[in-house]
């Protein structure tokens, strides 16, 4: 129980997938201009991490290896990845058309997030087992959750602030970027995993 813990916080706080290995930057950069979409797209992602990370070990263990068809795990992933992202894609049009709107093209996107290829790449370099391995993913979920809705949170509050002209938009989003991986990497070390 408690490597699980460990796995957990190690995979949303320390070891987060945006402010310390800086993937899933792109929705990251482009969705958390709002909080509402912030939080619904770090739903989303959650999601699809913690079901591709349950999948993903399932499939690689129990057919990729015992087959000798290892080579085939990237082209394997990207396909579950993609299927759980048009799942969520219908049920977020289905229930919430209002966040579907404002989710716009990062939604399919998600399919694209090199945050979740890499968790179901580092879930299998970790040698996980299958608990291990569906924490993983979601603590990973969790983490680049905390990362859009920090993020949201500060460029809310700057759309009251007086920011110089060559700074706004993409200029201070980079900087607090920056800010937000320095103050997360004061946490590397204290778990590793």
């Known amino acids: ?14 070891n987060n997938f945006v402010l310390t290995y800086f993937l899933g930057i792109c929705p990251f950069i482009g969705v958390s201009n709002k909080m509402d ?3 619904g797209l770090g739903m989303a992602t959650t999601f ?5 990370a349950t999948v993903t070990w399932l499939i690689y263990y129990y057919i990729l290896v ?11 992933f990207i396909i579950v990845i993609a ?12 229930m919430s058309p209002q966040l579907y709107k404002a989710l716009g093209i990062f ?6 997030n090199c945050a979740i290829l890499g968790l179901t790449l580092f879930m299998v370099l970790k040698d996980y087992n299958f608990i291990e391995a569906i924490v993983y993913g979601l603590g990973a979920g ?5 990362a859009l809705v920090l993020m949201a949170g500060i460029r809310e509050q700057l759309e009251f602030s007086d920011i110089p002209g060559p700074l706004k938009g993409a200029g201070i989003t980079l900087i607090l970027a920056g800010m937000l991986a320095l103050a997360f990497m004061g946490f590397g070390g204290i778990i590793s995993g």
């Open 48 to 52: 699809v991490m913690t079901m591709a």
């Open 37 to 39: 979409s912030a939080v």
């Open 83 to 94: 299927s759980f992202v048009q799942f969520v894609e219908m049920f977020i049009r289905k």
């Open 66 to 76: 015992p087959y000798n068809l290892v080579f085939l795990q990237y082209v394997t």
């Open 1 to 14: 129980m408690e490597k699980l813990i460990l796995i957990l916080i190690a995979a949303s706080i320390t």
């Open 142 to 146: 969790i983490g680049f959750t905390i």
């Open 107 to 112: 939604l399919p996107l998600i399919t694209t």
